[in-house]
């Protein structure tokens, strides 16, 4: 199979606004640290990278990407250290040999060096709330890859980076009748009554720009969506499957 280059959406931020609902900052809306979710970088990334292809990240400013905390915590490997270990040593190798703490700024991505690319992939984490949404430039790279038809990957929060191409272009959602799966409204309010706050809602978000969420139980286990060029995820359950089906997508 010939290499192809990927190119990797990731946040600049570290934390997502929160308005909480109670305890002593009740009324407030308070930064919740936060950034990538591991499993959901890693596991698709791993696919792209044992098939030979090449790997090429970017964020709005260029700034060093963060994991969200609870990413990195067992609970979130159901307990297995070694899978832990395994998803950490990936990012090593990809800060030794991919440029991970310095991903190149969206500007600096000409629209002739986007056609250099395959497809690209945006990873989830509440992080993508903060910066990637209204992100002008990154609302260029996605109109980009939508007009060419070229495969586009994302999961959990990263679809939420969709609704930037509103920030380009004609200032349309380009993704308009797409079906969409993303972290749930139901999965969000489980964070909200946990963090006692309200949160952006990805999936109604989506939908009040005229996608068609796709959410059911098979989603919440693991199922992906594909619609046209556009294959999206709900959570980390679908790292996998979202990682293999892209890796087609790419492969063609």
Known sequence: MPTKKVLVILSD??????????????????????????????????KLLEAGHEI??????????????????????????????????????????????????FDSISDEELATFAGVFIPGGHAPLKDLGDDPELGRILRYFHQENKPTAAICHGPYALLSTKAAGDGSFVYNGYRITSWSDLEEKAMETMMGGEIEKV????????????????????????HRELVTGANPMAANALGDRFLRMISV
């Open 203 to 226: 999936e109604s978000a989506l939908r009040n720009e005229g996608a068609v969420m796709v959410e059911g139980a098979g989603e919440k286990i693991g199922n992906t969506t594909l």
């Open 56 to 105: 090429t990240f970017a964020s709005p400013q260029g700034k060093e990407p963060t994991p969200d905390p609870n990413s990195e915590s067992l609970l979130a490997f159901a307990g297995c250290f070694y899978e832990r270990n395994r998803e950490n040593e990936l990012l090593d190798r990809l800060k030794r040999e991919n440029g991970f703490d310095h991903p190149r700024r």
């Open 13 to 46: 931020a570290n934390s997502f606004p929160i308005h909480k609902t109670s305890g002593p900052d009740a009324g407030k809306t308070v930064d919740q640290p936060s950034g990538f979710f591991l499993m959901e970088l890693a596991k698709p990334v791993r």
